[in-house]
């Protein structure tokens, strides 16, 4: 069975970090890019940042949304099948369901429709 378990989700005054986890299981982790979603109440879910599986050679592509580059990082731990978010620097707008997804393609991208597998989300709530 696959899936897709996000944690550390948390609340959080504004300028402060979290590190989100999403662990994986039930597929060949290592060769799906994982990607970090999230959606606020009141609007669409946006793709926040993404990392693609290796390239053979432990090398890594990673993209991330203009809102949040700089402040976020993405990472992944094949041994463990989990990939990291560390947010670092929220703010209020951060505030939303943060959801980890897993794609088959190669590369990474930030389009909801190339993820074949979601988990169920992680609430982050950043206060003024």
């Known amino acids: 069975e696959v899936q897709l378990v996000e944690s550390g989700g948390d609340l959080v005054q504004a300028g402060g970090s979290l590190r989100l986890s999403c662990a994986a299981s039930?597929?060949?982790?290592?060769?799906?890019?994982i990607g970090w979603f999230r959606q606020a109440p009141g609007k669409e879910r946006e793709g926040v940042s993404c990392?693609?599986?290796?390239?053979?050679?432990?090398?890594?592509?990673?993209s991330y949304v203009a809102s949040v580059k700089g402040r976020f990082t993405i990472s992944r731990d094949n041994a463990k099948n989990t990939v990291y978010l560390q947010m670092n620097s929220l703010k209020v707008e951060d505030t939303a369901v943060y959801y980890c997804?897993?794609?088959?393609?190669?590369?990474?991208?930030?389009?909801?429709?190339?993820?074949?597998?979601w988990g169920q989300g992680t609430q982050v709530i950043v206060s003024s």
């Open positions: 039930g597929f060949s982790f290592d060769d799906y890019a």
């Open positions: 997804a897993a794609d088959r393609g190669s590369g990474c991208g930030l389009g909801e429709w190339l993820y074949d597998y």
């Open positions: 990392i693609s599986s290796s390239d053979g050679m432990s090398h890594y592509a990673a």
